[in-house]
């Protein structure tokens, strides 16, 4: 339960005092902040009582912070907390095939077959891949090396949940996958593109750190929603990275 309630604390709305940038929870520091494409602002950071290569992820947009996950060394997704509404999801325990970042940068490929449990209930079974294609693109000057990957989330009946292909990007240095461009299938069978794309990695002590405003792409999307409408969660929110 203390883990529960760490991340509902972690999505409660930001103080005043605080609006534009982010503070992690007590022992924990942000090592990195990414603006991305479809208005979202992530903030990166580790805390000293998690296992080493544990690493955080708050993503924010343009109505504050909506989703918080946690990654360990292999990039293996650990848990995380949906605020709208509120869930909870976690691994199970011994899947049957562990992501592995390893294992993907030593042999150019990776597999994974594992499940999730909510605390609404529900359950559901995870199976994809990631690929590198060899290619290098340098965003904002930081050379990321371009993946492949599919994957599908059923229910325990073997019905789709949701489906994506397309690419991401990965960072040896930090160990960790960014979104890209792809499509998604939430379940209706109609394919939707996403792109999650970076667009900045702002560092320690450069403007625009820790901050927990989103700047691109947020005009589009106010001018094309309607206040009860958000835009589709890319691949690297939903299960189909669920290393990020």
């Known amino acids: 339960m ?43 950071y580790r805390c000293a009582a998690d296992a ?17 996950s946690r990654i360990n060394f292999e990039t293996e997704w650990v848990e995380s907390l949906e605020s709208n509404p509120p869930v909870r999801q976690i691994l199970d325990p011994n899947p049957e095939d562990a992501a592995s970042f390893s294992e993907l940068i030593a042999t150019g490929a990776d597999t994974y077959v594992f499940s999730l449990s909510r605390d609404d209930g529900t359950h559901s079974n995870v ?83 820790a901050s927990s405003r989103p700047i691109y792409d947020c005009d589009a999307l106010t001018a094309h929603t309607t206040p009860d409408q958000k835009p589709a969660a890319d691949a690297a929110i939903l299960p189909a990275s669920l290393k990020e």
């Open 127 to 209: 199976q994809g891949a990631d690929r590198l294609t060899g290619q290098v693109l340098t965003i904002d000057h930081i050379p990321l090396e371009v993946t492949e990957f599919d994957f599908i989330e059923t229910d325990d009946a073997g019905n789709q949940l949701h489906a994506a292909h397309g690419n991401e990007y990965i960072s040896r240095e930090w160990r960790l996958f960014f979104a890209g461009p792809g499509e998604t299938d939430l379940g209706d069978g109609q394919w939707r593109p996403i792109d999650g794309s970076p667009m900045e990695f702002v560092l320690p002590d450069e403007p625009g750190f």
């Open 2 to 44: 203390k883990h529960a309630l760490a991340l509902t604390l972690l999505l409660a709305p930001l103080p005043a005092a605080a609006a534009g940038t982010w503070q992690p929870p007590e022992g924990c520091q942000i090592f990195l902040t990414v603006q991305s494409k479809g208005c979202r602002v992530s903030n990166h």
């Open 52 to 68: 080493p290569g544990d690493q955080w992820r708050a993503d924010f947009d343009q109505e504050g912070l909506f989703f918080v």
